[in-house]
């Protein structure tokens, strides 16, 4: 932990990156206001990618907070001492106030990230935004090269954009995050992505594999990796990490289905993170809502935000050990990763509470383990693409 | 453009934070913090003065003999600290040198 300065700062794992300055503590004792809050200001995008981590139910435009709505909501955030939010999405450029509302962001003194695909900027917005006090660029990329990448995004000429708009980031002096998300697809790309990321000037790169809930597990099949193609990719991020030292910071999400122990998800159920949806709902995690069952409150109820987050039934359900069964509930692991993700374990059992079934120690481990060798091995290419329409299956000649 | 990265800390260096890092004393947890993209760093107070002192016209030599002054402290220890910390923080990318304006 111990980073900058003796300072206790960011564990490598990107899912930790903003970790409530806290010390070890109990987990009966209160949490603390998260530290950087993720605000998914509309679920409209024009791309299509098959790993889309939205939920599977999408907020329509119609439903999503009004400008005066997201800027209260700033406005709460940073008085209760939030520091740091990211503007994501779905695309969140498709909202036509994010140049005010990074403005209103930046006046009362939070941090801003863009988290974007980059495909409906234009330099003069993005340099709007620039003006507006934005801190940080993070953009998407599918791949390194337009086939495949724009193949993936579902978007046409979508990888060209990308490249332009990470150059006039730099351009504007913004720092700038290459996020790369991986699969069986366009693993074999890593080592020219990170060239690329480096190409690009970029001070961050995030290796991310998908993580197969929501819409990414209907095409599992087609993007699941294999063992081998996984140990390979960590050899690589390794070697790179080694080599760009002082030049590139390289984050790293490993898909969970090949570990032993599963990932602490989100930190822990409402220990350290919230988002708040495009409708309002503040939600443990952007997954969340694919929980059936839970009802989450909204910023648009006469509840305070800090209010929802310490004492609203969705945060309290999972939150801490007490919700556990066997055979969470005496591992000595528990408070070391909670138990893994609650969404994947709905996801893949039914019940949000059982053992995430990335864990050796779930009795479904072993089948879905199987499950994902046997897919990955697998002819199935085809994607399922994200869309408002409900989903549209790729032709067999790949268009 | 950006200000040079992979900065060698000098005496003679002018350090800045660059303007994606920011310095800012958190009222909620009674504690400074360092803004950065995706990261909230916690340096510790001898950190926050001496970053504090570094605004692109100061020299690194002239941040230690304030604060040599200060602490009536050793100046060669003193600057020899310093220049292990920024140096440190400026190969993770937090720090940069003011450099001549161009218009």
């Known amino acids: 932990m111990s980073d900058v300065l003796g300072i206790p700062t960011i564990p490598p794992d990107a899912s930790d990156s903003l970790a409530v300055l806290e010390k070890q503590r ?66 969140p450029t498709a909202r036509k106030d994010l140049v005010e509302l990074v403005k209103h962001a930046s006046d009362v003194g939070l941090y801003t990230n863009l988290i974007t695909s980059a495909v409906l900027l234009t330099r003069e917005r993005l340099s709007d935004l620039a003006d507006a006090g934005l801190c940080h660029v993070q953009i998407s990329f599918q791949g390194v090269e337009e086939g495949l990448a724009d193949r993936v995004a579902g978007y046409r000429n979508g990888h060209r954009k990308k490249l332009e708009v990470a150059k006039w980031t730099r351009e504007l002096d913004l720092p700038l995050t290459v996020n790369a998300v991986m699969h069986r697809q366009n693993l074999h790309q890593l080592p020219d992505i990170i060239q690329m990321a480096v190409d690009l000037d970029a001070d961050r790169l995030e290796v991310a594999n998908v993580q197969y809930y929501g819409w990414a597990l209907k095409n599992r099949a087609a993007l699941m990796p294999t063992v081998a193609q996984l ?72 509840h305070s935000i800090a209010w929802i987050w310490q004492n609203s039934d969705a ?83 790949g268009t | 453009m950006a200000g040079p990265r992979n900065i060698s800390v000098s005496e003679a260096s002018r350090p800045v934070l660059p303007r994606h890092a920011k310095l800012k004393y958190d009222e909620t947890r009674k504690v400074w913090v360092i803004l950065a993209p995706e990261r909230v760093l916690a340096p510790d107070e001898i950190a926050v003065e001496v970053l504090q002192l570094c605004d692109g016209q100061r020299n690194v030599g002239e941040i230690a003999d304030r604060l040599a002054a200060k602490y009536a402290a050793p100046r060669e220890a003193i600057l020899a600290d310093v220049i292990v910390m920024l140096q440190d923080l400026a190969e993770k990318g937090f720090l940069t040198e003011a450099r001549e304006k161009t218009p």
């Not at chain 1, 004792?29 to 409209?44: D, N, Q, S, Y």
């Not at chain 1, 599977?56 to 119609?62: F, I, Q, S, T």
């Not at chain 1, 998800?265 to 809502?289: D, T, Y």
């Not at chain 1, 060798?373 to 790729?394: P, S």
């Open chain 1, 26 to 91: 109990s987990t009966a004792e209160t949490f603390g206001i998260p530290l950087a809050v993720l605000l998914e200001i509309t679920h409209r995008c024009p791309l299509q990618c098959p790993y889309c981590s939205n939920p599977v139910e999408l907020d329509r435009a119609g439903k999503e907070l009004t400008t005066d709505e997201w800027k209260k909501v700033l406005s709460e955030l940073a008085e209760i001492g939030v520091l740091q939010v990211h503007f994501s999405g779905g695309e």
């Open chain 1, 231 to 302: 140990d390979e990719c960590t050899e690589i991020v390794e070697e790179a990490r080694e080599r760009l030292k002082g030049r590139l910071t390289i984050d790293y999400v490993v898909p969970d289905y090949y570990a032993l122990r599963p990932k602490k998800c989100m930190g822990g159920w409402g220990r350290q993170f919230f988002n708040i949806s495009p409708a309002g709902k503040v939600l443990p995690c952007h997954a969340a809502e694919s929980i059936t069952g839970l009802e989450f409150e909204s910023v648009r109820s006469n």
């Open chain 1, 315 to 397: 945060f309290n359900r999972y939150r801490g050990t007490g919700w556990m069964k066997e055979p969470c509930k005496s591992c000595e692991f528990r408070e070391i990763d909670f138990g893994g993700c609650r969404c994947q374990a709905f996801a893949l059992t039914g019940d949000a509470a059982n053992t995430d079934p990335a864990c050796a120690l779930s009795p479904l481990h072993e089948t879905i383990f199987k499950q994902a060798e046997r897919e990955a091995e697998g002819e199935t290419n085809r994607f399922l693409y994200r869309n408002f329409a409900g989903g549209t299956l790729e032709s067999e000649n």
